[in-house]
């Protein structure tokens, strides 16, 4: 059995919103004598978090 998985992981900044996206991909493959069958599944996890201006110094 083969397992193959990549994860991808962004951030994007706009208006005040930090947006994180992940992305996980898994694909399996089970190699037989008379079969080859692959699996692909995707996961897409998105958060959108909203971040306030505290005392931080932006200088």
């Known amino acids: 059995m083969i397992g193959y998985s990549q994860v991808g992981f ?3 900044h706009s ?3 930090t947006t ?3 992305k996980t991909y898994i694909r399996f493959e089970y190699l037989c004598p008379y079969t080859l069958m692959s699996i ?3 996961f897409t996890l998105t958060n959108t978090i909203t971040v ?3 005392n931080d110094d932006d200088s």
């Open 15 to 17: 208006n005040g919103r």
């Open 40 to 42: 692909r599944r995707e």
């Open 10 to 12: 962004r951030v994007r």
């Open 52 to 54: 306030t201006k505290s």
């Open 20 to 22: 994180f996206t992940i």
